[in-house]
Each structure stands twice: as C-alpha cells, then as structure tokens.
C-alpha cells in the first residue's frame, strides 16, 4: 500500500518553515503498513496542484494533501479539489456548528470568510476538526483515497491519529503490524550487527529488524506483518528477548522513547532523584529532562557554571583544582557531579564540562574534548570523550553520553 | 528563475529525519534571488529518480538533487545521474585525492568502494568536497543547470555557501539582492502593519516587505532587486530607517540574528554579564543562550530551580514565600531573578516560574500560567503569562517572553 505526502503552501518553499509535518506523517503511516512514495511541497498555485494530483494518482492509493484550508483569498486547496474531481460546492452543517463553537469560545464574531470555512465539494465526506476551523476532507476516486488536511501541526496530528489512520486500516484492511523498540548504547551498528547476525538470519520472513542509529545509541525496530495480531506480538516479544539477552549490557531499555524519558522512568520506579551540572552542555541536559511531563518528580534541577565563579559557590568545585587541572580535566568534572550531589541533596547527579567550540581549544584540549562525570551518593564515574569541531554536535553528543553513563551507573546499582 | 529541490533516500520517506536540509537550501536559493518551485523526496529508485528529474527539469532552470551518493549500493543517484544525460563514467583526480587525504586524516585503509566514490559521469564537472568523501557534481543541459550534493548537511550547507550559489548567481546573471530585517517583539504583525501602512505604500516595486511571525516576535524583511547594488543598500537602509523610526519602542534589533544573540550582543558590547533562574523553562533558556558561540563573555550560567529545596538554596528564595504565594507568584519569581543577580553575581537575571503542563494547574493557575521577572542591580520587572495548554509551546513562548522584557529592561537603562 502506497501513500504521498502534498503540502501546499509557501512557508516551506520560501524556506521559512522547515517540514516536520511530513516526517511525523511518514513514520505514522510506516508504522501502520503503509510505505510512502513521495512527499511533494509545492505553492499555492492551482495547475501546479492539479498536476502534482495526477502525478500522485498514478503513482499511490493514498494522497494525504495538508495546508492551503485557511479563510484568506491565497489558500486555494479547496477550489482547486472540487475543480480536480469536477465537483460543486456545499455548506456542511456539522462543520459550520464546529466554526461557530470556535469562535464562541474566543469570543470573536463570525464573518462570512470564517462561515465559508464550512463550505466543502459537495463529492467528499466531511471529517469535522474539533481543534480548528478548517474541515478536514475525505474522497474517493477508483478506490484511490484523498485527503485534505489542515497544515497546523496539532490539527493535523489529532486528525491522523483519531480519525485518518484507523480509516484508512479498516478501508484497505490493512495486515496486523506489531513493532518492538530495542534502544541500545555504546555499541556502533555494525559491530551490533555482527553480535546479533544469528538471530537475524533466522527471522521468519513476516518479520523485518530496521537499525536506526543516533548519536551513539542505535534503535532496533523488529517489525512484524500478519493477520493475527495476538500471535505477531508474542512473536516479536520472542525473538526482542533473543537479541537482549545477547547484546545484554548495550541495552537501555526496550521501549520506543527517548534516553532521558527511559532514565525518569527507571528513576521514578526506584524513588530516586536526580540533578545536573552542566558547563559546555549549557542546560541542554536540562532542557531534554524537562520537556517530559511529570519530570518533576525525578529531576529536582541544576546548575549551568559557564563562569568559574559558578562552578565554585554553585557546585562547591575548590579554587585549587580549577586553578591546577583547569576547567575541562577529570578533576573539575568530579567535583561538579559530587557537588551537586551533595549541594542539591540528590540521590544522582551529572555533570559535563568540554570545549563546545568552535573557539577555546588548545593543542592539549582541541575543541571536542568533553570529560562527563556521573555520581550516586557513593560512587563517581568519569569519562574522556573527544567530538568534533561543531558546537552544536558537540553539544547533543556530550549529552547523549552523559545520559548513557548514567544510566549504566544506574544499572550498576540495581 | 526557478529552483527544485530533490532529496533521494529513505529516511525521509520513513519519517526517520526531519528535511531540514531543504528549507536552508530553499532560504538560501531565496535570499539569492532564486524561487523554489518545488520540494520532493524521493526513494533510491532509479525509475522514480529518472521521472523526478525529468518533470523538474520542465518546471524549473536549477535542479538541486542531494543524497544518495554514499558508497555502499543501495545509492544510486550517481549512477542514475549518467543514465539521464546518457554519460560513461570517468576516475576524477582531484576527488580521488580528497577521498585519500579524508582516509589518511582518519587513518582509516582506503578500500576500492571508496575508491570509486571518485568516479563520475564524463560529463559532469566536479566540485571538490572538501568536507567528505562523495564529490559534488554539476551538470548542464539547454542552459538548465543540476546540481547532485551530499545530503549530510554540514557538506551540503558549505557547498551551497561556497560554491553552488556563487557559480549560480554568475552563470545566470542574477540581479543584485539586499536584504535589511528588523526584528520587532511585543506587537502583532496586523498592528505592526497598521503602523507602517504610509510606508509600505510608499515602497518602489523593487523593494518588497515580508512579515514574519513568530512567537511573540514578527521580523520585518526588506527585499531589493536591481542592478547597483550599493544603490540598493543605501535605498533599504533609508526604508529601514523610516520604519524604525515609526516603530521605534517595537524595534529590537535590525539584523537577522535570533533574539537571545541580539541580547547577547548588546551586553557584550556595554560590558554587562547576566544569569538565569529557570523553574518551568527548565534550561531551555540557557541552552538558546548557549547554542552561541563566545557567549561566555556575557553569561556566566544560572540554575534550574525545579524542586523548592533549590529555589531556597541556590537562589535564596524566601521558604515563607514559597509557602504563602507558591511557586508560580510574582513574589517568588522576583525573589528568584533578584537572587540569581545577588548569588551568581551578575548584572542582571531573568527569572521563570510557571505551569508549563499538561497537568498541574489549578481553578486560580490554569496551565499556561507563567511568572516572568528580570532584575538588574536596582531594578525587577515581573509579569503574568497566559500562555497554552501545550508544554512545549509554554516553553518556547515563557523563553521568548523572558528574553524580550530583559531587552526592554537593558533599553531603559542605556
């Protein structure tokens, strides 16, 4: 089953936005069974839509169109659908009453560009769009599917997940699809490859293994098509316990979320809680922790010690050992893990001090060199790490490494 | 004159990455004078490659291809370029050498898959990648030009910079392009356009001005196309002039640079240092702060204060505070922002305490709810927030909110 993606719009192509719509839709649909052929961007010009159609038409079963629904004059998608499949125009009562629920609960008054929201070709089905005024528009063409979405990304999101997606399951009776996420650390793919080449070669032919390497953690997708889903998970759980029980000591955790989200989670089943000190990371280690909800209750905060000062009335890091060893060495970054410990009175904390650059190396600490200290309340673990000449790399990389050690202090300590 | 984009690979077909690679290149091509007509991602397919490339080159004068020019076989783009212009294949010297000094600097053996990373269609000229191992090709056919890159995107970004936009903006002549953007915060962009009405009006057909929002903030991009380009500048500058002058108390800075580097700017140069007391933010201002290059002349570090015990120990909030106005009250998040001047000793601070969400709000401080204070070292101004119901857009917009009241508050004490 083949879908495209059309986004129609000038945002992306004048490079304003960049197109994170397509990429989630993508991995929702592979995740359902549903390959994607093609995403396509383009403006809103009505010959250039109604030739990228006929082009996706030939090509897929499914054209999932978003943007262009908006009230002003230059959003045309609409117009341009209804001349694509030779249709007229009719109001759609249960879209209308949505726009007017909208726009009481601002409290705004409704002018005829925001009624004419509910005005749709009078050949498709109209699948109402409780988070915004735009109609989402479902139609069939010799079994061919289109559908027209708005291009905000919550709108869009909500839509896919609650109505398009199971649509499109029941109308093309799509196979059973079980997936099972491995995320691994401190092994690269290939040597992970050769570890598990056994097991792999011996997977039945329903059942695919995708490696997704990122920044020293590399994902393990088995992925498993059929008809009975019950079996297919029992299946994957099977051959999932196979590959864990062989690469045991590189696993993280086997569940499809990030590594921090995979540290709260075992932090918070085990009571405990945790901090941060971090130099060359800038808060970035902080950033990821606090963008889960309900963090709060693992995570109690941190230090971001640009300055010396910081490092000494924040962290308790000695004048002597900054002055000695400098504030990239593994003496500062003991400190800075221990103080925060100790300071913030958490159970486990981290702490990364590296040169990000591009500027601040010398011929003894060129720029990517990055020393990460993890603590519990009795033990310390630091660690050299040497990136590369990219700040930002640098940055997400130092952090990727900070929260492997800890996880691997974490296990130590079970 | 016309661009397309075209990206070959999977990985965002799969949803694996987000194309970030085309919207830089669509902004880059658009600030040259060059539209992008469409973007479309496609498989290593060469039939699918062949059609790609053939309805590009109806539609447009430049065709930008990147990725699938790595060495292993599953990338065919190289081999699917021949095919199209019906070209043998030549060994290219000068990328042969680059592929070997590449190999030598890692001291990696150079094996015969990347030995062939050097040959090309005979046709083609090569530009040397100085950042990789796949070499740039540049074709020309009836004065249409395409271009195949690598799609790792430091490689793809400093071809463009270096070599692909100088050769394009030669070859075709283009006219000469200035741009001036002034970034304005605390007024919408249907406001901001109501004030600048008379002057917009005014504008000649060669200068155009674009609106671009974005949370909180709308940049004002003045656009001029002609032949002299010192002409043009001294024209936008006079335009530019104007409408600072209208807008003055809106104007934050008039450079294309983000929020946070303009602040950082402006304190670098009046010799001031800052910290930050994040509570809801959770380091995420830090991290945008820290994201530059030679902030550390300015930014000493600051705290994320998530659990009370920090707020009270490391900035010093009052416990009585916390018990009688809660965390998220303007007496704390004063107290906050005026500790983080006090303890981490700089000249000024922002501080942020609010319920970012989804959960946690109450009937008095619905999600959404967000103190923000800055302090200098005699004077705190704090305010109240309503922002979503989204945690990460709360994030974003506190960040953007904190960052814009510490460059009023810097403007008033000039």
Known sequence: MLAEIITIGDEILIGQIVDTN????????????????QITSISDDEQHILDALAQ???????????GGLGPTKDDIT??????????????DEAALEMVRQ????????????????????DGCEVIVNKNGTAPCMWFEKNNKIFVSMPGVPFEMMYLMDDEILPRLKHKFKLPAIVHKTILTANIGESFLAKE??????????????????????????????GDDESKLKAEVEGFAKQIMAKVEKFVVIDEDIPLEKA?????????????????????????????H????????GGAVTYAYELKESVLGVKPATLATFGAVSEETVREMSEGAVKHFKTDYALAVSGIAGPDGG???KPVGTVWISVSSKDKTVAKLFNFSNKRLQNIERSAAAALTMLLNLLKETV
Chains 1, 2 share one sequence.
């Open 78 to 91: 609409k117009k341009t659908l209804a001349k694509y499949f030779n249709m007229g125009f009719r109001r």
């Open 293 to 300: 909800p309900g963090c709060s209750s693992v995570y109690w």
């Open 22 to 37: 397509s990429a989630w839709m993508a991995k929702q649909l592979n995740l359902t069974g549903i390959s994607v052929k």
């Open 196 to 225: 598990i080449e056994a097991i792999e070669d011996a997977l039945p032919a329903h059942i695919k293994l995708a490696y997704l390497p990122k920044l020293g953690q590399v994902r393990l997708r088995l992925s498993a098509k």
């Open 102 to 121: 909208i726009f009481e609960k601002f409290k705004r008054p409704l002018i005829d560009v925001n009624i004419q929201q509910a005005d749709v070709p």
């Open 56 to 66: 996706a038409e030939q090509r897929a079963d499914i054209i999932l169109i978003t």
């Open 362 to 364: 010398t011929a003894d």
């Open 263 to 291: 540290i709260l989670n075992v932090m918070d089943a085990r009571g405990l809680t945790l901090s941060t000190a971090e130099s060359c990371t800038g808060g970035y280690i902080a950033h990821l922790i606090t963008q």
